[in-house]
């Protein structure tokens, strides 16, 4: 017997202003969302075929084989991150479905949380399988297919586990459970979600910036000793959850009297953008970013981004995310540049990645307590990148400081740079 196809299906995001890496819908947002156009159906059925995780949680032991819909549906399981979600925190949840046979009409999925053994949903996230880009009338028998969603768990959420349930419904009907001893009122019991404390008890990275002991040409080769000896961050971290990210991203900080110094080198197979002019949206595509709350008050702050193609992005916020027009006239005056290994704006080929380096003038940004700095001087900052990847459909967001939600302008969430003297040389 043909084993069955399983067909990676991808959440895409809104463009807009919001990050790119936050996708919808969040938890207390319900109802049925548009089917997508018909081409964007075609390249959906048409995506990746690939072994199932190994990470994939079996569905729970009192419920092997369970289908709706007169055997027309199987939910083979489910994955999460992070480990332990918390309230008031967003979650990535991944189920599996197996189509055994075609289903008819057009039905949305939902997801009910509730504490172990009481009565009453405490969290309900209603969505179409990939934001109505692949609805129920066109699931093809003999598929597996990946539905993720993310969502936001309500802050106050009681005990330290939450018990899963998952069906399908239209109007007021639910499609059929066909084991009802496996669940109640046609929802399938699926497993239980372990609660964890919120990121308030995670800790902070922190990043000592040795002081440049010669010049640096912003040339993106990062062939100077200093850029050597400097210390890594390490890779960069999903910003959602802190997991690890698909491709690597490290980057390295400088700094002297007259500049702050930011050099990423980022691992990518397909190098790309479309925006040419300063101050383009460069948070819908590919970028990276700093930013920079230099007297860690928790409002004001700045925000630069450079592109694949060299493009800047810069803007001093007075408050956060507060009049972006107004932000945006500011000019921070960054030298940049970008090497990139492979071909730029070309997906047809196999890129290796690309190389930004920057040099940012300390006396323009916002609220420093010295200029220059002094060495142990503390300021608030993050690292970011976007990435985008599958045939450009997949969006991932990484931060040096992981802020467990969607929005890379968690100021509480920054991580600290710290302004220490000339490198080690090792």
Known sequence: MKAPALLLLAWTVAAGCRDAQAPNPLAGQSGTAS?????????????????PPATMHAVAAAAPGATFGGGALRYLGYDFAPAKPFPGGVMRLTHYWQVLKPVSGEWTIFVHFQRMGLPGVLVNADHVA?????????????????????????RGLPGNALDMYVGLFR???????????????????????????????APLPV???????????????????????APSTGPL?????????????????????????????????????????????????????????????GRTYNEIEVSPANVVFDADFAERRKDLQKAMLWDSGTRSAVVVDGTLNDGSDVDRGYTVEAAIPIAKLDSVPHVPPKVGDRWRFNLYRLDWYGGRKINEGSAFSPLYQPDFHNLPRFGWLQFAGPPTKG
């Open 207 to 229: 990043y000592e910036a040795p002081r440049a002991t010669g010049p640096i040409t912003i040339d993106g080769k990062l062939d100077e000793p200093d850029w050597k000896h």
């Open 237 to 297: 971290v999903r910003s959602l959850d802190g997991g690890p990210t698909k491709y690597r991203t490290e980057a390295k900080l400088l700094w002297d009297d007259k500049y702050l110094y930011v050099a990423f080198t980022c691992q990518d197979e397909d190098v790309w953008t479309s925006y040419t002019k300063h101050d383009d949206p460069l948070y819908n595509e590919e970028a990276v970013e700093i930013f920079v709350d230099a007297d860690g008050d």
């Open 171 to 201: 109007g007021q009907e639910r499609l059929a459970l066909d084991q009802p001893s496996l669940g109640e009122e046609n929802r399938l019991h699926v497993g239980q979600i372990p609660l964890g404390d919120g990121p308030d008890q």
């Open 35 to 51: 089917p997508a156009p018909a081409a964007q159906q075609t390249r959906i059925e048409a995506a990746q075929l690939v072994v």
């Open 130 to 154: 990939l934001g109505g880009a692949y609805p129920t009338s066109r699931w093809k028998a003999g598929t597996i297919f990946r539905d993720d969603q993310v969502l936001r768990l309500p």
